[in-house]
Nanobody, 122 residues
Framework: VQLVESGGGSVQVGASLRLSCEIS????????IGWFRQTPGKEREGVAR????????YYADSVKGRFTISQDNAKNTVYLQMNSLKPEDTAMYYC?????????????????WGQGTQVTVS
């Protein structure tokens, strides 16, 4: 499985960004795709997840109402639309994939990771 993130950047407070995660070489029929983020000195935390089979989504409380995760099956791509960005959203954002349900996925047990894309809000 290969995951390639894009779309990060430096923006002002209140702005929007859309991150993309292109997924390739995955042989399963359904899987959980998650966005996680990490800042120096802190543990990696989950931001949003989507299970490709059902379309069910899950969000961290800190981003509910501001971030939206979605999928484009034709493009094998998962997006994270981030609106009303805050300085505390500044982090390296990682896309991750796992064939298990999203309800059992944690930052410590996700099977596949992308290389990350930096988001800076100031």
């Amino acid at each position: 499985v290969q995951l390639v993130e894009s779309g990060g950047g430096s923006v002002q407070v209140g702005a929007s960004l859309r991150l993309s995660c292109e997924i390739s070489e995955f042989t399963g029929s359904s899987y959980c795709i998650g966005w996680f983020r990490q800042t120096p000195g802190k543990e990696r935390e989950g931001v949003a997840r989507i299970y490709t089979g059902s379309g069910n989504t899950y969000y961290a409380d800190s981003v509910k109402g501001r971030f939206t995760i979605s999928q484009d099956n034709a493009k094998n791509t998962v997006y994270l639309q981030m609106n009303s960005l805050k300085p505390e959203d500044t982090a390296m954002y990682y896309c991750a994939a796992d064939p298990r349900p999203c309800t059992v996925i944690t930052p410590g047990n996700v099977r596949y990771w992308g290389q990350g894309t930096q988001v800076t809000v100031s």
